[in-house]
């Protein structure tokens, strides 16, 4: 992978990726804490995620169909530039009747970032030979889980220390460094344009067309059907979670932002070892228990967490969240992988990819909206139920997937 890092223009893409992924998840860290310190509200908290997952919904699938018919370094540039100046507007919330513009910001910069991860994927190839394809991803991929460790718990300390300000300009300032950067990579060979002409309604006309054409092969494999139901039913949960995570740290812990960082980079180092393992043991293990196991003892961990919110027991429990779930869904990508025909993984994956983020926007307004009438503890338990109860579902419904990947496909 260290020669991969030698050719200038990936290395180039690879900083300039590192450095705004970075700044987004520091974002990520401080504004629902900044928002729940504002409002005291857990509608107003949860709002924000929705503002986030949303766009994955409107423009995810249909991003790629522009990115072919536009010039993809040009599309990262601008996209980085007006990521930049968006953010910047977000400062104008300095009271809590400018606080809609923190969600309008915040709808508009993901929107922005669903341009900008597809043109990078599509830049890669024309940057790196075939030969070094596959270590220029693994790095890519390595950057995210980088920007997972480090970005939360600088934005926490940022919070705390610097104010909103300071976190607002320095991710602004992340978006701008990796704009210059980008611009300094040189494409030498073009990408040949696209002959047919997409509009846009026909862009997301398709894009539907296709999801229900997924969802439709979905009914007809059990399997398929199964792993949806469980996938789904866990990250609905897991968006309960996320959306009043906020209010637990600060309400039943009594801790600040810098403590709610530091539990989100504790998640990221579960997950990058979780990673690492099952991709050392994934095919000498059976798809079916792991997802099982891997989600039942999430919901049971998070219960301990819970119920025992002391930071010494917390944050190993969360890096031991990290390590299960991971393997968990790892192990249901594969799954989805083997068991689809190669004609059409691209729909499965696509209405996959839609319902899910439809959940998780369904999960975080009722996580929201829920919190502020029963309370976070009764919500946060029943959350964690569904983990379990999803793994407990994976364990009865995928039977045949039971015994290792090897034996399974023989």
Same mark, same amino acid.
């Given at each position: 992978m260290l020669t991969t890092l030698k050719n200038r223009n990936f290395a180039l893409l690879w900083v300039g990726g590192l450095i705004s992924m970075i700044g987004n998840w520091i974002l990520l860290a401080a504004l629902p804490f900044h928002i729940y310190a504002v409002t005291g509200s857990a509608i107003a908290t949860s709002s924000l995620l929705i503002a986030y997952i949303a766009p994955g919904i409107v423009f995810g699938s249909v991003a790629g169909v522009f990115v072919d018919r536009?010039?993809?370094?040009r599309t990262m540039v601008v996209v980085s530039l007006l990521q930049t100046a968006v953010l910047l507007v977000m400062l104008l919330a300095r009271s809590n009747q400018w606080l809609w513009v923190i969600y309008v910001v915040a709808f508009i910069e993901s929107s922005l970032g669903q341009f900008f991860s597809p043109a990078e994927n599509a830049l890669l190839p024309t940057l790196v030979g075939e030969d070094r394809l596959a270590s220029a991803n693994a790095l890519n991929s390595l950057n995210d889980n980088i920007a997972r460790l480090i970005g939360p718990a600088i934005g926490g300390m940022l919070l705390?220390? +610097?104010? @909103?300000?300071?976190?607002? =300009?320095?991710d602004a300032l992340s978006y701008g460094i990796t704009a210059v950067l980008v611009a300094l990579v040189i494409v030498e060979?073009?990408?040949?344009a696209v002959e047919a002409v997409t509009t846009a309604g026909s862009a997301w006309l398709k894009v539907w067309q296709e999801w229900l054409a997924g969802l439709k092969l979905v009914? +007809?494999?059990?399997? #398929?059907?199964? #792993? @949806? #139901?469980? =996938? +789904?039913?866990?990250? @609905?949960?897991?968006a309960i979670l996320s959306a009043i995570l906020v209010i637990f740290v600060q309400d039943s812990m009594g801790l600040g932002s810098t403590e709610f960082g530091w539990m989100m980079t504790a998640r990221g180092i579960g997950g990058l070892i979780g990673g690492l393992l099952i991709g050392q043991l994934g095919s000498k293990l059976p798809s079916g228990k792991v997802i099982g196991w891997g989600l039942a003892l999430s919901g049971v961990i998070i219960l301990g967490a819970i119920n025992f919110p002391i930071m010494s027991v917390v944050l190993p429990l969360l890096t031991l969240v990290g390590v299960v779930a991971i393997a968990a869904f790892v192990s249901v990508q594969t799954l989805l992988?083997?068991?689809?025909?190669?004609?059409?993984? +691209?729909?499965i994956f696509g209405a996959f990819g839609t319902t899910i983020n439809l959940l998780m926007v369904v999960g975080s307004a009722l996580g929201g909206f829920t919190a502020?009438?029963?309370? =976070? #503890?009764p919500l946060m338990n029943g959350a964690s139920l569904i983990y379990i109860v999803a793994g407990g579902l994976a364990l009865l419904l995928l039977r045949e997937q039971l015994l290792p990947a090897a034996e399974t496909l023989s």
């Open positions: 536009w010039d993809r370094k705390a220390g +610097g104010g @909103f300000t300071t976190v607002v =300009v320095l060979r073009k990408p040949k009914r +007809g494999k059990a399997i #398929l059907a199964n #792993l @949806f #139901l469980i =996938v +789904g039913l866990a990250l @609905f949960g897991d992988q083997q068991a689809t025909p190669d004609e059409y993984r +691209g729909r502020d009438r029963i309370g =976070v #503890l």
